[in-house]
């Protein structure tokens, strides 16, 4: 059957924000777990609740370098006591302490019997038999609970846990050097264009560098992910096919260009052939269209998302349509940036039915929001300069400087 590139020319329902994604997501299931050695979990997500096998710390242990005393001996300075031994970090104490008693004691070794209160060592002379306690110190300071930390038997982290350097930290202190996990979706990047070349090349007449690879591969980085990039793919059939049919060993597949209704637009033809993939015309600007669906071979099916070429489009509907979807796979339980409400200094036009997604920088501290600048979707730099998207609603056409708005907090880690 000889294919046309009809693309989007058959998507006429405007299909919301909302519902595109609401698509994509129904679709999108988490990754496998496996164990993963401890050093290589951070930015992924457990795949299970961790229980603590043991209380950390195991026993009870001082905070100071100093004496341990009983605290009913130290409630009053000067004070004299016995010194009767020393405790290092590691040892044990060989006895228990009685009245008038102290111990010479480390940071973090244990207390030992009959002591309650460790005595920091710039509160006394420092001596070696006779010690004096030259301030006089609460019952209990210094001293660190077993199990003040995690207890044994509690839930100390859950499943859907993203692992930052403090939950690699809490799975180390359980002993858990292979985590189970959520494997780390691998996703392929693909450039289509005749016009492309790739960042080392000099571009030709009629040609441009190609800029979404980087972006779209950077951005799949930031999400956790491994961005696996795929030679530019030439506008013919044979080209995506064989680059589609490589790039099926991933766990996604992200392509920019070749989605809209331009003579050398294949994406939609192609993938139909490997699969299935809808062309929506998504109520939004800039990132018209947007192509959703599987590549399907050996009993795999593999998610591909057709993005624009328009460099700006490509990022901001990876943004809004992909980084949530890479999220779900990873395990995450979090796929949505925060939203604040900001004032708007800068009048802007749009057009009446699209939800427009505007560049801003936003100014917590004022809770203002302004623009980068000029905002066509050839402009990079108006989301380079960017903190924020700027979220306006559809059915109207200009917002006044002054008005309230929403922004979405691209910057920070998503939080609900
Ligand atoms: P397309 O979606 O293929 O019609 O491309 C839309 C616009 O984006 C055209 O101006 C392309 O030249 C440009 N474009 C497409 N792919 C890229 C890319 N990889 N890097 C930079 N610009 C691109
Ligand atoms: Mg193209």
């Known amino acids: 059957m000889a294919l046309s590139p009809t693309s989007a020319k058959s ?72 010194v009767i031994g020393a405790v290092p970090a590691g040892g044990m104490p060989d006895r228990a302490i009685a009245p008038g008693e102290a111990i010479r004691i480390m940071t973090g070794a244990p207390v030992p019997e009959g002591a309650d209160t460790v005595v920091r060592v710039e509160d006394t002379d420092n001596a070696d038999d006779v010690v ?53 979706p691998r996703v392929a990047v693909l450039s289509t264009g005749d016009e492309v070349v790739d960042v080392a090349e000099t571009p030709g007449p009629g040609q441009i560098r190609d800029s979404n ?37 991933a766990d996604a597949v992200v392509t920019s260009g ?67 979807a890479l999220l779900r796979m990873s395990g995450r339980d979090k796929l949505f940036r925060p939203v604040a409400k900001a004032t708007l200094l800068d009048p802007i036009d749009k057009p009446h039915e699209l939800r427009f997604f505007a560049r801003g920088i ?7 929001v302004r623009l980068t600048g000029p905002q066509g979707s050839g402009i990079l730099k108006s989301m380079a300069l960017a903190t924020c998207l700027i979220d306006l609603s559809p059915g109207r056409s200009s917002f006044a400087a002054g008005e309230t708005v929403t922004v979405i907090l691209t910057d920070l880690p998503e939080d609900h």
Not at 137 to 146: F, K, N
């Open 11 to 82: 998507a006429t329902r405007l299909l919301s924000v909302d519902e595109a994604l609401e698509g994509i997501l129904s679709r999108i299931r988490p990754l496998a777990p496996r164990e993963v050695p401890l050093m290589d979990c951070v930015g992924r997500t457990l795949a299970v609740d961790v229980v603590a096998d043991r209380d950390v710390p195991p026993f009870r242990n001082s905070a100071m370098d100093g004496y341990a005393v009983r605290g009913a001996d130290v409630a009053t300075a000067p004070a004299r006591l016995k």
């Open 132 to 184: 004096t306690i030259t301030a006089a110190t609460r019952t209990g300071v210094a001293v660190r609970q077993a199990g003040e930390d995690l207890r044994h038997g509690t839930t100390v982290l859950t499943k859907g846990s993203l692992l930052r350097p403090a939950e690699i930290g809490v799975l180390a202190s359980m002993g858990l050097s292979k985590p189970l996990v959520i494997a780390r």
């Open 213 to 249: 690879r980087y972006s779209v591969g950077a951005a799949i980085w930031a999400a956790g992910c491994g961005p696996w990039l795929r030679p530019i793919v030439r506008d013919t059939p044979d080209a995506l096919r064989a680059a589609l049919r490589d790039a099926l060993d």
């Open 258 to 324: 070749g989605v809209s209704v331009g003579d050398h637009d294949w994406v939609k033809p192609v993938v139909s052939e490997m699969g299935r993939i809808d062309v929506w015309a998504v109520a939004i600007r800039p990132g018209r269209p947007l192509a959703f669906g599987e590549l399907r071979a050996d009993g795999r099916s593999v998610p591909i998302f057709g993005l624009p070429g328009n460099p700006v489009s490509a990022l901001l509907t990876f943004e809004l349509f992909v980084r949530p």
């Open 362 to 368: 936003h100014d917590a501290a004022a809770g203002t």
